[in-house]
């Protein structure tokens, strides 16, 4: 699907995560220049979203696409935090988890 948005000219793309979370790079690479936009998935630990959100960007994921994980979670506003500054600041989890 990530070849077939690039092929149809998308300017970026909001693409679903995988199943082990190290093969995305592989999803990375396909969509080329066009940036990568991760869907959240399902319902997750803190910490796991936190880790696997981190994994993520190192592997050239652009930015992120999350909703219930940040909006259905007790504090919404410390989990944006904590999300921003991996993706804006490269924090590690174990940093980034205490803004919550």
């Not at 970026?12 to 093969?23: M, Q």
């Not at 959100?53 to 904590?82: D, E, F, S, W």
Request: no cysteine; aromatic share 4%; charged share 30%.
């Amino acid at each position: 699907m990530v070849r077939q948005a690039v092929e149809l000219g998308a300017d970026l793309i909001k693409a679903d995560p995988t199943d082990d979370v190290e093969e995305y790079h592989k999803v990375v690479e396909v969509a080329g220049s066009v940036p990568i936009l991760v869907r959240g998935g399902g319902r997750a630990s803190d910490e796991e979203i936190m880790d696997r959100t981190y994994r993520l960007m190192k592997q050239g994921v652009k930015g992120i696409v999350y909703g219930r994980n940040v909006v259905q979670h007790a504090n919404p506003g410390g989990m944006t935090k904590a999300l921003m500054a991996i993706v804006h600041d490269n924090a590690e989890p174990k940093d980034a988890i205490k803004l919550i």
